[in-house]
């Protein structure tokens, strides 16, 4: 680790990623994710929600999935027991993932295989703000952004030496030690964060250590800035498996809920990313270029017991490459005011994977792929102001992809594949009066197949998978008033070739057409100067058009982990000048089990309503807290699969109950 450290630093800061300076708008109109530059939230008429440093502060929230959950049309689950939660914006179940597309500062942090984003890599303390663009995103970003698109933008440095150090401490044997340091002039300035968490975990054999490091470096040239970042994370963990639920006599869940049927099995994970870009004016234009890197290598051993026959022990890398030029030209025709975005990416993924039976064997390892894909599009989006009130906005994006997974052992198994998805957005907004306005757009997204998803670790088989297609079509209506705002947004989609893996052919696969659609609800009221609150709810449906699978006809099947409904309310109420109480209450509606495609399990996965309180006092230069998490010690589970062999069988990997943390902050100038 600190070699990786040291690495970085000395590479000045090829960084994590570009993004544009924040020290002169307001954070409240603002947003970057709809057009990859600076742009005022009254300017684009996308389906956009902020979330800034204050709403952060004013959450009970203790990771950034959880406050994400907050909001309408994102659900969160725990699929391995690790911090690092599967997120799932619009209802796409276990492939939510790859269907949600997350950036840090500009740079996507999706990869070429399954694995989850590392959220825990990201301290809230270092988020500025949080953009969520919900069903948009496809025509600026392309791939996984079908569901939307979460836009992380970090703290920049500020002029003058300042810093913060924290300590935290809570169930679980869990601590968390973080340093910030800020130098900055008049035209240079530099921000480093640092973190180190440890935790015994709420079950047995899930404890979990991790380090995380970030720098921020921006230069001001006059007319522009140059910006330099990176990042390095280390993670090991160990993994505590499902707990298994078998009539009328097992019932881990109840009799041994924080138990581990697999006490050997842990997981590792180093990455790192590094990036470099300037943002210059010319004239009227804005231009912007971004050299990125990003890497990560990890591990998991996952033994059979009582016996380790079948133990299997797997190392993968991962490599990206990326350089995405791009300009804002604001021109006028016709009298009408244009603002055109346009831009290519470039993106070069490197792939290896590497099986065996342990990690002393995995010289000569059983299963050994390697895969490559090269990317390179190009892409515009034009916003038009039609009149005083109404935006219009075309976005259009042509991409080709060259795809390679080779069977290092077996050659002839190799496969590749070439392929050119399309992208397209129309959204349109018009501000009505008195605060009224509404909102539409249609358009075309695509998700590419992952690693995973095409190779068969079981076989070696390699299969192609096609890239998945959809149709998207929104509409809603948001009211402005002096102390609160209302939004209802509709929206509906229709897949065509949908990547998943299907239980009933044990295989992944392009699924028959399916279908999403549902209704989401937001509320915030600023009932005086000392008491907010929020309210959201969402309604979804996640369901099959058509489809036989083995004999099994599968049309108007519900697809499996998409709740019906979730509901999330929260409260900020500040008792004294330097005292606020947050709270936040979360209810998730009945879901299928996953793996129940045929909806024959006779049974759901229960609902369950969670209550969170955080409590916040400053002392001049002090900060303290102290936060007790499931309040009413609600004994849940958020993700489970049932069994395909054994009647009214399955696992599910049991949430914490009641549990409480304490920090003290110190900040200085």
């Given at each position: 680790m600190k070699k990786t450290i040291l690495a970085g630093a000395l590479a000045c800061a090829f960084t994590s990623t570009f993004a544009e300076d924040i020290s002169t708008f307001d954070l409240g109109t603002l947003v970057v994710t709809p057009t990859r530059f600076a742009t005022k939230a009254v300017e684009t008429p996308f389906n956009v929600i902020v979330l800034t440093a204050e709403d952060i502060a004013h959450s009970p929230a203790a990771s950034l999935p959880e406050l994400l959950a907050q909001q309408a049309g994102i659900h969160i689950?725990?699929?391995?027991?690790?911090?690092?939660?599967?997120?799932?914006?619009?209802?796409?179940?276990?492939?939510?993932?790859?269907?949600?597309?997350?950036?840090?500062?500009?740079?996507?942090?999706?990869?070429?295989?399954?694995?989850?984003v590392k959220w825990s890599a990201i301290p809230l303390s270092a988020i500025e703000r949080v953009e969520i663009t919900r069903g948009s995103g496809a025509a600026l970003y392309g791939d996984n952004a079908t569901g939307g698109t979460i836009h992380i933008i970090t703290k920049a440095p500020q002029k003058g030496l300042a810093g913060q150090v924290e300590?935290?401490?809570?169930?679980?044997?869990?601590?968390?030690a973080e340093a910030t340091v800020n130098a900055g002039g008049d035209d240079k300035g530099l921000r480093l964060t640092a973190?180190?968490?440890?935790?015994?975990?709420?079950?047995?054999?899930?404890?979990?250590?991790?380090?995380?490091?970030?720098?921020?470096?921006?230069?001001d040239t006059g007319s522009g800035q140059v910006l330099a970042k990176f990042g390095a994370t280390e993670q090991e963990q160990g993994l505590p498996g499902t707990r298994r639920v078998q009539p009328p006599s097992i019932n881990l869940l109840k009799t041994d809920r924080r138990g581990t049927a697999t006490p050997n099995d842990y997981a590792t994970f180093r990455g790192w990313n590094a990036s470099l870009g300037t943002t210059q004016k010319l004239g009227a234009a804005e231009v912007s270029v971004e050299l990125g890197t990003r890497a990560k290598d990890q591990s998991i051993y996952t033994p059979t017991y009582p016996s380790s026959a079948f133990d299997t022990y797997n190392e993968s890398t991962l490599d990206l490459l990326s350089l995405t030029p791009?300009?804002?030209?604001?021109?006028?025709?016709?009298?009408?005011?244009?603002?055109?975005?346009?831009?290519?990416?470039?993106?070069?993924?490197?792939?290896?994977?590497?099986?065996?039976?342990?990690?002393?064997?995995?010289?000569?390892?059983?299963?050994?792929?390697?895969?490559k894909q090269e990317s390179q599009a190009v892409y515009f989006q034009d916003t038009v102001r039609i009149s005083s009130s109404t935006l219009l906005s075309l976005g259009g994006r042509l991409q080709r992809v060259e795809y390679r997974l080779d069977n290092v052992l077996t050659p002839n198994l190799s496969r590749s594949q070439?392929?050119?998805?399309?992208?397209?957005?129309?959204?349109?907004?018009?501000?009505?009066?008195?605060?009224?306005?509404?909102?539409?757009?249609?358009?075309?997204?695509?998700?590419?197949?992952?690693?995973?998803?095409?190779?068969?670790?079981?076989?070696?088989?390699?299969?192609?998978?096609?890239?998945?297609?959809?149709?998207?079509?929104?509409?809603?209506?948001?009211?402005?008033?002096?102390?609160?705002?209302?939004?209802?947004?509709?929206?509906?989609?229709?897949?065509?070739?949908?990547?998943?893996?299907?239980?009933?052919?044990?295989?992944?696969?392009?699924?028959?057409?399916?279908r999403r659609y549902g209704l989401e609800l937001e509320g915030r009221w600023?009932?005086?100067?000392?008491?907010?609150?929020?309210?959201?709810?969402?309604?979804?449906?996640?369901k099959f058009r058509e489809g036989v699978y083995s004999g099994v006809n599968v049309a108007g099947n519900e697809l499996p982990v998409v709740p019906r409904h979730t509901l999330s309310a929260s409260g900020s109420w500040k008792i004294a000048s330097n005292t606020r109480l947050n709270g936040v209450a979360n209810y998730v509606g009945e879901q299928r089990f996953d793996n129940d495609q045929t909806n024959?399990?006779?049974?759901?996965?229960?609902?369950?309503?969670?209550?969170?309180?955080?409590?916040?006092?400053?002392?001049?230069?002090?900060?303290?807290?102290?936060?007790?998490?499931?309040?009413?010690?609600?004994?849940y589970f958020s993700y489970a699969t049932r069994s395909t062999s054994t009647a009214g069988t399955y696992t599910a990997y049991p949430m914490p109950e009641r549990n409480f943390w304490l920090s003290a902050g110190y900040a200085f100038k």
């Open positions: 689950r725990n699929t391995s027991g690790t911090p690092d939660y599967s997120i799932d914006l619009r209802g796409f179940g276990m492939t939510g993932n790859q269907n949600t597309l997350v950036l840090l500062d500009g740079q996507r942090l999706n990869g070429l295989d399954l694995s989850a300590l935290g401490a809570g169930s679980y044997g869990s601590w968390n973190n180190q968490h440890h935790s015994d975990g709420y079950r047995a054999n899930n404890q979990n250590d991790q380090r995380n490091i970030s720098g921020d470096f921006r230069l791009r300009v804002k030209l604001p021109f006028a025709v016709f009298g009408l005011e244009h603002t055109l975005v346009a831009g290519i990416d470039w993106l070069s993924w490197d792939y290896r994977s590497r099986t065996a039976t342990s990690m002393a064997a995995i010289a000569t390892p059983s299963g050994d792929v390697t895969g070439q392929r050119s998805p399309r992208a397209f957005e129309i959204g349109l907004r018009h501000e009505a009066g008195d605060g009224l306005a509404v909102f539409g757009k249609i358009g075309r997204s695509f998700r590419l197949s992952t690693v995973n998803e095409n190779y068969n670790a079981f076989t070696g088989a390699i299969a192609m998978l096609e890239p998945q297609t959809s149709h998207d079509r929104e509409i809603g209506v948001e009211w402005k008033l002096p102390k609160s705002t209302l939004r209802a947004t509709a929206y509906h989609m229709d897949l065509n070739n949908e990547l998943h893996y299907n239980a009933i052919t044990f295989t992944n696969m392009n699924l028959s057409p399916t600023n009932i005086s100067t000392a008491l907010e609150l929020t309210a959201n709810y969402t309604h979804t449906v996640a024959n399990f006779g049974q759901k996965m229960p609902a369950y309503t969670t209550v969170d309180l955080k409590l916040v006092h400053t002392l001049r230069d002090w900060t303290l807290s102290a936060a007790v998490n499931n309040l009413f010690n609600k004994e």
